[in-house]
């Protein structure tokens, strides 16, 4: 955190808006004006819970876990300390998945963390079964919160020994936001994930793709026949990811996203 010396305190100036940015831009935050509004919002008049998470947010914590939310595929998605934030680069696997299943009925949230991709899958597809799982209770408790609305359930577990048996041969849409981080490239991440996010969120084994390859092996059981599954990987993984799908048996194309820096490997059951 950059050195600074003695900023007002959010109660010690004439506007709320302008004490609070001041705090922040103080503590590095780049987009100070914008974080205040934000806090403010969230703390609702009440000027002790502004301090709380004025303080909270200089310190480093993450804003959305500051503030309790955050927004991806237009919805809020509640999040809390221990929880992996999703990022709005996932919204292009949303967007993927759509696009190659747009009648699925039946989806799968595989390393779900706050279920953000269930969610904004089964808001667009209505009346389709959703289940998420993730091996982290913290996770699975989040998850519960923003996808219970849309009547999806969460599972506890190590990947598809979560899920129910019945769902075999039967899922259209399997989404695994998998951890996908070398294991000796964690330290080079920025502080708000390195510090505050769960490893088993990041941390993707040696080369990163460790879960991916788990699941892309015991995908086909799952997957209804034309069913796909679809992973967030980086540009110099994605070849070793295609080629992983390929081993699995399933028909596998990369797509990318240059604005949103994203790649997305998508393997289909023939």
Same mark, same amino acid.
């Given at each position: 955190?950059?050195?600074?010396?003695?900023?007002?305190?959010? !109660?010690?100036?004439?506007?709320?808006?302008?004490?609070?940015?001041?705090?922040?831009?103080?503590?590095?935050?780049?987009?100070?004006?914008?974080?205040?509004?934000?806090?403010?919002?969230?703390?609702?008049?009440?000027?002790?819970?502004?301090?709380?998470?004025?303080?909270?947010?200089?310190?480093?914590?993450?804003?959305?876990?500051?503030?309790?939310?955050?927004?991806?595929?237009?919805?809020?998605?509640?999040?809390?300390?221990?929880?992996?934030?999703?990022?709005?680069?996932?919204?292009?696997?949303?967007?993927?998945?759509?696009?190659?299943?747009?009648?699925?009925?039946?989806?799968?949230?595989?390393?779900?963390?706050?279920?953000?991709?269930g969610a904004a899958l089964a808001a667009t597809l209505d009346g389709?079964?959703?289940?998420?799982?993730?091996?982290?209770?913290?996770?699975?408790?989040?998850?519960?919160?923003?996808?219970? !609305?849309?009547?999806?359930?969460?599972?506890?577990?190590?990947?598809?020994?979560?899920?129910?048996?019945?769902?075999?041969?039967?899922?259209?849409?399997?989404?695994?936001?998998?951890?996908?981080?070398?294991?000796?490239?964690?330290?080079?991440?920025?502080?708000?994930?390195?510090?505050?996010?769960?490893?088993?969120?990041?941390?993707?084994?040696?080369?990163?793709?460790?879960?991916?390859?788990?699941?892309?092996?015991?995908?086909?059981?799952?997957?209804?026949?034309?069913?796909?599954?679809?992973?967030?990987?980086?540009?110099?993984?994605?070849?070793?990811?295609?080629?992983?799908?390929?081993?699995?048996?399933?028909?596998?194309?990369?797509?990318?996203?240059?604005?949103?820096?994203?790649?997305?490997?998508?393997?289909?059951?023939?």
């Amino acid at each position: 955190m950059p050195h600074r010396s003695s900023p007002s305190s959010p !109660s010690s100036l004439s506007s709320p808006r302008d004490a609070v940015a001041a705090t922040l831009r103080a503590a590095g935050c780049v987009f100070a004006e914008d974080e205040a509004e934000l806090i403010l919002a969230a703390a609702e008049g009440d000027p002790s819970s502004v301090d709380a998470m004025v303080a909270r947010r200089a310190a480093g914590l993450p804003l959305e876990l500051v503030v309790g939310w955050a927004e991806f595929g237009g919805r809020r998605i509640s999040v809390e300390p221990g929880v992996f934030v999703p990022r709005r680069r996932t919204e292009f696997l949303v967007e993927q998945a759509l696009a190659q299943a747009p009648d699925a009925s039946v989806l799968v949230d595989l390393c779900c963390g706050s279920g953000a991709v269930g969610a904004a899958l089964a808001a667009t597809l209505d009346g389709a079964e959703l289940h998420a799982a993730d091996i982290d209770p913290v996770a699975v408790r989040c998850a519960r919160r923003n996808v219970a !609305s849309l009547g999806g359930r969460v599972h506890q577990g190590d990947l598809f020994d979560a899920l129910p048996e019945r769902l075999r041969g039967r899922v259209g849409i399997l989404a695994a936001n998998v951890p996908y981080v070398p294991s000796d490239e964690i330290a080079l991440l920025p502080a708000e994930a390195r510090d505050h996010e769960p490893r088993v969120a990041l941390d993707g084994g040696a080369d990163g793709l460790d879960v991916l390859r788990r699941v892309a092996a015991q995908a086909p059981a799952w997957l209804a026949p034309g069913g796909c599954l679809l992973v967030e990987t980086s540009s110099h993984q994605a070849p070793s990811a295609v080629a992983a799908f390929a081993r699995a048996g399933l028909h596998t194309r990369l797509t990318t996203c240059e604005e949103r820096h994203a790649h997305v490997v998508t393997g289909i059951r023939r």
